[in-house]
């Protein structure tokens, strides 16, 4: 769907940079999307060449994931520079105008991610995990691949979990593949850096990295042994998300 750059108007409060992850968009911006009243976030693209390509591209990806665990897709506005894609606002609580991440949580980034740390039970963290882990379970039955997995692309709304952020998703018939230099990227399955193209089981191997994460920070045990068998140095090992998602709901907390 195409929106009209007229039907986004800014809030009074002017613009809010709400760290919902970094990638293929440079920022985003809290709208009301005078359609249906509501708050959206239009996530702006860098001003490059192939920008509109680029939003398209996520957008597709977007459109073709119907779960709960991830935003919905409003439309695209191409209407003007910067092209953004208009997308569901997931607030920490409801009624609120800001939005945090699992990797602000986790680093006790602000007040906020101080309370929703201290507000979630090991119950909560057990269904959040369900919530990413059936996120990929449904990304990968549409032969998908996010590539990008990591805790900046998680967003902690009312308790449950949201992946983010698709500028880098492929489907599985043409996944990315290039040698990296740089050894520092953590959420990266080891084949990949490599130069092995990008595959389920590396995607696989990033939600590891995010549940090992969340274990030792948070202290879910039940995680750990999980997250370790996700981060296997040899792929073959990994479960597929549909294990990992039978394994998770089987844990006790």
């Keep these: 769907n195409f929106i009209d750059a007229s039907e986004l108007l800014e ?4 613009e ?6 970094e990638g293929t968009l440079r920022r985003c911006k809290l709208k009301t999307f005078l359609l ?3 708050l959206v976030v ?3 693209l860098k001003p490059v ?23 919905f897709l409003f439309g695209v506005q191409v209407q003007e520079r910067p092209y953004s894609l208009v997308l569901e606002f997931l607030p920490t ?7 945090t991440t699992l990797a602000d949580v986790l680093d006790n980034k602000s007040s906020l991610a101080q309370n929703v740390r201290q507000n979630m039970t090991r119950t909560d963290w057990k ?3 369900e919530d990413l882990a059936e996120g990929l379970c449904h990304l990968h039955s549409k032969l998908f691949l996010h590539n990008d997995l990591k805790s900046d692309n998680i967003i902690i709304s009312n308790k449950r979990g949201f992946i983010i952020d698709f500028g880098k998703a492929t489907t599985q018939d043409y996944p990315p593949a290039k040698k990296y230099t740089v050894r520092t990227y953590n959420h990266i399955a080891p084949e990949v850096l490599d130069g092995k193209p990008c595959s389920e089981e590396s995607d696989v191997y990033s939600l590891g990295r995010i549940l090992y994460k969340m274990a030792k920070h948070l202290d879910l045990k039940f995680l750990k042994k999980i997250a370790k068998e ?17 394994e998770i709901r089987k844990a006790c907390v």
């Design 49 to 71: 060449l192939s920008d509109k390509v680029a939003a398209g591209n996520e957008a597709r990806f977007l459109q073709g994931l119907t779960h709960r665990a991830f935003p």
């Design 230 to 246: 996700c981060m296997s140095a040899n792929y073959i090992m990994r479960p597929s998300s549909t294990l990992l998602l039978t």
């Design 93 to 99: 609580q409801d009624g609120g105008s800001e939005s």
């Design 36 to 38: 249906t009243g509501t």
């Design 11 to 14: 809030n009074k409060k002017g």
């Design 42 to 44: 239009c996530k702006e």
């Design 16 to 21: 809010h940079d709400i760290n919902i992850g």
């Design 127 to 129: 269904l959040f995990s």
